[in-house]
């Protein structure tokens, strides 16, 4: 059975920095891609970032593009999104989410999220 | 590329059928998917490719469409129905962007 369990999230400052986690199981990282996508309190879904199968060819959305990193240790099946310089508008819950093939693409399983605020 | 939503919200009663539309800024082949979510809930994936429905979704979801204009139906609203709902391309890959979203209360 697939699983995603996201960890991580909290109350952070402005300017300050956050990892987020997001163990995988029951699939492999070496095969699939996965991506992150927040939702903003009350708003839509925002793709922020992904990676292809293996970890390789990462990617962003130009709101976080220089200020986020996307990785995974495979060994551990698990991935990781940094995220510094963190501003008010990056408050939402992020949703790690499962490909259904080795690129980022349409997701099949979504974690359940973890919460992240942004605020002095 | 851009996506935009109508309706951005309605209302309707159990047993009608719902048409929502997804408009792309330009054209996005079949690298189209829709999602359904609940309050506090994460998105469920309902159909990707344009059409093709996901695994355990039931068969009153459909989709079509292609180039710019897709549609999601729902061919006879049922009560666990009463979500939001979101399209997705992903034909910008790496880039991926949803739409909008359409809110269907009750009636």
């Known amino acids: 059975e697939v699983e995603l369990m996201e960890s991580g999230g909290g109350l952070v400052q402005p300017g300050g920095s956050l990892r987020l986690s997001c163990a995988a199981s029951?699939?492999?990282?070496?095969?699939?891609?996965m991506s992150w996508v927040r939702q903003a309190p009350g708003k839509g879904l925002e793709w922020v970032s992904g990676m292809s199968a293996g970890g390789y060819s990462p990617s962003f959305a130009d709101s976080v593009r220089g200020r986020f990193t996307i990785s995974a240790d495979i060994s551990r099946n698990t991935v990781y999104l940094q995220m510094n310089s963190l501003r008010a508008d990056d408050t939402a819950v992020y949703y790690c989410?499962?490909?259904?093939?080795?690129?980022?693409?349409?997701?099949?399983?979504w974690g359940q999220g973890t919460l992240v605020t942004v605020s002095s | 590329i851009q996506l935009t939503q109508s309706p951005s919200s309605l209302s309707a009663s159990v047993g009608d059928r719902l048409t929502i539309t997804c408009r792309a800024s330009q054209g996005i082949a079949g690298a189209l998917a829709w999602y359904q979510q609940k309050p506090g809930k994460p998105p469920k994936l309902l159909i990707y490719?344009?059409?093709t429905l996901e695994s355990g979704v039931p068969s009153r979801f459909s989709g079509s469409g292609s180039g710019t204009d897709f549609t999601l139906t729902i061919r006879s609203l049922q009560p666990e129905d009463f979500a939001t709902y979101y399209c997705q391309q992903f034909n910008s890959y790496p880039l991926i962007t949803f739409g909008p979203g359409t809110k269907v209360d009750i009636k």
């Open positions: 989410a499962k490909s259904l093939g080795s690129r980022h693409s349409s997701f099949d399983y």
């Open positions: 490719d344009v059409s």
């Open positions: 029951g699939f492999s990282l070496s095969t699939y891609g």
